[in-house]
């Protein structure tokens, strides 16, 4: 059987029928940025898609035994005029159908987890140390974000190269939830700030397990083309979790322990049923990439030289959700301490915050998404995305009321659904290497973990020395400068 071959492609020539490279291709496949065309008659047989962008996979045809194998072979919807009575095809729809429906519940379990940590410890923490909340809230939030920064990029690096009959994704983040959810569980059952700060760890060291290889999926099974709509449910379901989790917490907040466990059962059950429902592919038979210290030392080094691109989206998001966060991470002590509420206002006021909030988010994302997908262009939704950010900061500065926190409540969250809802799918067509989706999109999001280090730290000491009236100005520029940071990106 003849073949031939290149550094992205083999093809092969099978009795009766050719697959090779056309301009007038029936069929596309999408590999990671190339696009393989293949042509086929109308009765082309069927076939199942198959592929990882850290491996070289195969698609099969059980009535002629054909095989094309290439680094990720997805089909792209047939082109207008093009017969879909196919078997592939209609598996295409209902694969790709699957995940669209079931991703934003899996996006919310990682978010969900961070978030009624970050609320319940904060009442924790209270309670254990009142005199000193502020700076130990930051040390916790130091500390799981440091671990966070060195974990993801870790479980990117080894799920790239994981080879099982579950493929490179399911493992990591069935093992990952189920760890999380313990770390949730040990949380709940803390009496000390080092009891609660290794319980913290682990959940947000098993939920990164799980959030990895879960942004992986992206990039390994979504064409570009959709790619937009995809981040948009994807960041439904963070920020509906991030909203989410507050009110939870303000449900449970005199049963910590409970509403920890009812959270940790929550995630697990969405969890395996997202993987269950979505399964990846058995790839133990494709080339096995090596691993060792200086592989995963250098996994922390992308050039900015050889890719600005990448460089100016990670600065960008580090800015945007530094800003975010240095808000968000202190709502509980600002309702408090800024508006002058009694701690039994501000456990009260916080779901509200969160239910009037939801509307101008699911507008802001539900829109953004598709019309990024629409006009081809990422950049100027994230920027207005961005700008939004910082006007919403500078309203409790001029206004320190509660109307004055709920419109900046909820002007912040359209601006971060808007950003949200592109930005994932801007990152995806900035990566340096398809092979290593998952480690480089773990290096990009620590872009958005490790602004939970320093985010803590920098506003603990600004409302330490100059009050919280001075907190939201300087967010406001910090939002305003990651939105622009992404102009400069090729990429529209």
Same mark, same amino acid.
């Given at each position: 059987? #003849?073949?031939?071959?290149?550094?992205?492609?083999?093809?092969?020539?099978?009795?009766?029928?050719?697959?090779?490279?056309?301009?007038?291709?029936? &069929?596309?496949?999408?590999?990671?940025?190339?696009?393989?065309?293949?042509?086929?008659?109308?009765?082309?047989?069927?076939?199942?898609?198959?592929?990882?962008?850290?491996?070289?996979?195969?698609?099969?045809?059980?009535?002629? =035994?054909?095989?094309?194998?290439?680094?990720?072979?997805?089909?792209?919807?047939?082109? +207008?005029?093009?017969?879909?009575?196919?078997?592939?095809?209609?598996?295409?729809?209902?694969?790709?159908?699957?995940?669209?429906?079931?991703?934003?519940?899996?996006?919310?379990?990682? !978010? @969900?987890?961070?978030?009624?940590?970050?609320?319940?410890?904060?009442? !924790?923490?209270?309670?254990?140390?009142?005199?000193?909340?502020?700076?130990?809230?930051?040390?916790?939030?130091?500390?799981?974000?440091?671990?966070?920064?060195?974990?993801? +990029?870790?479980?990117?690096?080894?799920?790239?190269?994981?080879?099982?009959? *579950?493929?490179?994704?399911?493992?990591?983040? @069935?093992?990952?939830?189920?760890?999380?959810?313990?770390?949730?569980?040990?949380?709940?059952?803390?009496?000390?700030?080092?009891?609660?700060?290794?319980?913290?760890?682990?959940?947000?060291?098993?939920?990164?397990?799980?959030?990895?290889?879960?942004?992986?999926?992206?990039?390994?099974? $979504?064409?570009?083309?959709?790619? =937009?709509?995809?981040?948009?449910?994807?960041?439904?379901?963070?920020?509906?979790?991030?909203?989410?989790?507050?009110?939870?917490?303000?449900?449970?907040?005199?049963?910590?322990?409970?509403?920890?466990?009812?959270?940790?059962?929550?995630?697990?059950?969405?969890?395996?049923?997202?993987?269950?429902?979505?399964?990846?592919?058995?790839?133990?038979?494709?080339?096995?990439?090596?691993?060792?210290?200086?592989?995963?030392?250098?996994?922390?080094?992308?050039?900015?030289?050889?890719?600005?691109?990448?460089?100016?989206?990670?600065?960008?998001?580090?800015?945007?959700? =530094?800003?975010?966060?240095?808000?968000?991470?202190?709502?509980?002590?600002?309702?408090?301490?800024?508006?002058?509420?009694?701690?039994?206002?501000?456990?009260?006021?916080?779901?509200?915050?969160?239910?009037?909030? &939801?509307?101008?988010?699911?507008? %802001?994302?539900?829109?953004?998404?598709?019309?990024?997908?629409?006009?081809?262009?990422?950049? +100027?939704?994230?920027?207005?995305?961005?700008?939004?950010?910082?006007?919403?900061?500078?309203?409790?500065?001029?206004? #320190?009321?509660?109307?004055?926190?709920?419109?900046?409540?909820? $002007?912040?969250? /359209?601006?971060?659904?808007?950003?949200?809802?592109?930005?994932?799918?801007?990152?995806?067509?900035? @990566? +340096?290497? =398809?092979?290593?989706?998952?480690?480089?999109?773990?290096?990009?999001?620590? %872009?958005?973990?490790?602004?939970?280090?320093?985010?803590?730290?920098?506003?603990?000491?600004?409302?330490?020395?100059?009050?919280?009236?001075?907190?939201?100005?300087?967010?406001?520029? /910090? %939002?305003?400068?990651?939105? *622009?940071?992404?102009?400069?990106?090729?990429?529209?």
């Amino acid at each position: 059987m #003849p073949s031939s071959s290149s550094s992205s492609l083999i093809q092969r020539t099978f009795p009766a029928r050719s697959l090779h490279c056309s301009t007038s291709p029936s &069929l596309d496949y999408d590999t990671s940025g190339i696009v393989v065309q293949v042509a086929a008659p109308a009765t082309w047989p069927a076939y199942e898609p198959v592929g990882h962008s850290s491996a070289r996979d195969r698609i099969n045809s059980p009535t002629e =035994g054909m095989t094309l194998t290439g680094p990720e072979l997805l089909p792209a919807p047939p082109r +207008p005029g093009v017969s879909t009575n196919t078997r592939g095809d209609d598996l295409y729809r209902n694969r790709l159908g699957r995940l669209f429906a079931t991703v934003p519940f899996a996006s919310a379990c990682p !978010q @969900l987890g961070y978030a009624i940590v970050g609320y319940f410890s904060a009442l !924790q923490i209270q309670t254990m140390d009142s005199a000193h909340k502020v700076e130990k809230l930051a040390l916790l939030h130091v500390v799981v974000a440091a671990s966070s920064m060195v974990a993801q +990029p870790l479980i990117g690096v080894l799920s790239d190269r994981t080879r099982s009959r *579950l493929g490179a994704r399911a493992p990591w983040m @069935l093992v990952g939830t189920l760890t999380g959810c313990i770390g949730l569980v040990a949380a709940g059952f803390s009496t000390s700030i080092a009891m609660l700060l290794t319980a913290a760890v682990i959940s947000h060291v098993g939920f990164n397990a799980f959030g990895g290889p879960l942004t992986a999926i992206q990039p390994d099974r $979504v064409p570009p083309h959709r790619r =937009g709509r995809y981040s948009t449910l994807a960041g439904l379901g963070t920020i509906g979790a991030g909203l989410l989790g507050p009110a939870i917490g303000a449900s449970f907040a005199t049963r910590i322990g409970l509403g920890y466990s009812l959270v940790a059962a929550l995630i697990l059950l969405i969890s395996v049923a997202f993987v269950a429902i979505n399964p990846d592919r058995d790839n133990r038979r494709a080339p096995r990439r090596p691993f060792d210290l200086a592989t995963f030392a250098r996994t922390f080094w992308i050039s900015p030289r050889r890719y600005p691109d990448f460089a100016w989206v990670f600065l960008g998001r580090f800015l945007l959700c =530094g800003g975010y966060y240095m808000i968000l991470g202190y709502q509980l002590y600002i309702i408090e301490d800024y508006i002058g509420l009694s701690v039994q206002e501000a456990t009260r006021l916080t779901p509200i915050l969160s239910l009037l909030s &939801l509307p101008g988010f699911l507008l %802001a994302i539900g829109f953004s998404g598709p019309l990024s997908d629409r006009i081809g262009r990422r950049k +100027p939704i994230v920027v207005a995305g961005g700008l939004t950010i910082a006007a919403s900061a500078l309203i409790p500065a001029v206004s #320190p009321t509660v109307p004055g926190l709920i419109v900046s409540i909820m $002007v912040l969250t /359209i601006g971060f659904g808007t950003f949200l809802a592109v930005d994932q799918a801007l990152v995806t067509e900035v @990566l +340096p290497n =398809g092979a290593d989706a998952a480690k480089d999109l773990g290096i990009l999001n620590i %872009a958005a973990t490790l602004p939970n280090t320093f985010a803590p730290i920098t506003a603990a000491l600004i409302v330490t020395n100059f009050g919280y009236g001075t907190l939201y100005p300087i967010v406001a520029v /910090i %939002a305003a400068a990651g939105a *622009l940071a992404v102009l400069p990106v090729k990429t529209p």
